[in-house]
């Protein structure tokens, strides 16, 4: 059975959406997802003009976005929203530029209650681009 779409699972839309595709799911437990930023992205034509780089806040947004896509996929979580609790221990090693495929991997550590904390990297082919521990809460959407 092929994974589910991103919007099925998280509320984010374009220009907000930070995942293409889902490639492996574990409910509650992980979640390998890609990006690809193209370069037509505004936040390039700043970021930097003639040296286009993904500001590192992005690359954390879309971990917490593979996160959410691992936590959301439970039953039981349907119909909530994942939101950003804090996120510490944030190393970026190498810049990413529009075109390149981000390889996001988000576990899944520990839960208590409707808060939870996750460990995430980000690979561009081989190479480490980003690494963060992030933590959650899983609330009621409001609406």
Same mark, same amino acid.
């Given at each position: 059975?092929?994974?589910?779409?991103?919007?099925?699972?998280?509320?984010?839309?374009?220009?907000?959406?930070?995942?293409?595709?889902?490639?492996?799911?574990?409910?509650?437990?992980?979640?390998?997802?890609?990006?690809? =930023?193209?370069?037509?992205?505004? #936040?390039?034509?700043?970021?930097? =003009?003639?040296?286009?780089?993904?500001?590192?806040?992005?690359?954390?947004?879309?971990?917490?976005?593979?996160?959410?896509?691992?936590?959301?996929?439970?039953?039981?979580?349907?119909?909530?929203?994942?939101?950003?609790?804090?996120?510490?221990?944030?190393?970026?090693?190498?810049? #990413?530029?529009?075109?390149?495929?981000?390889?996001?991997?988000?576990?899944?550590?520990?839960?208590?209650?409707?808060?939870?904390?996750?460990?995430?990297? #980000?690979?561009?082919?081989?190479?480490?681009?980003?690494?963060?521990?992030?933590?959650?809460?899983?609330?009621?959407?409001?609406?």
């Amino acid at each position: 059975m092929a994974p589910p779409d991103p919007k099925d699972l998280i509320p984010h839309r374009d220009p907000f959406l930070f995942v293409d595709e889902i490639v492996e799911i574990e409910p509650g437990v992980s979640a390998h997802t890609r990006w690809t =930023p193209g370069a037509d992205m505004d #936040v390039f034509r700043g970021h930097f =003009p003639g040296n286009p780089i993904l500001p590192g806040v992005l690359m954390v947004e879309a971990l917490a976005q593979a996160g959410a896509i691992a936590g959301m996929s439970l039953p039981e979580n349907a119909g909530r929203l994942a939101l950003f609790a804090g996120i510490e221990k944030v190393r970026f090693r190498r810049p #990413v530029r529009p075109g390149e495929t981000l390889d996001l991997r988000t576990t899944i550590v520990k839960t208590r209650g409707p808060i939870g904390w996750g460990e995430g990297t #980000v690979h561009v082919g081989d190479a480490l681009a980003c690494q963060a521990s992030i933590s959650f809460a899983i609330v009621e959407e409001a609406g």
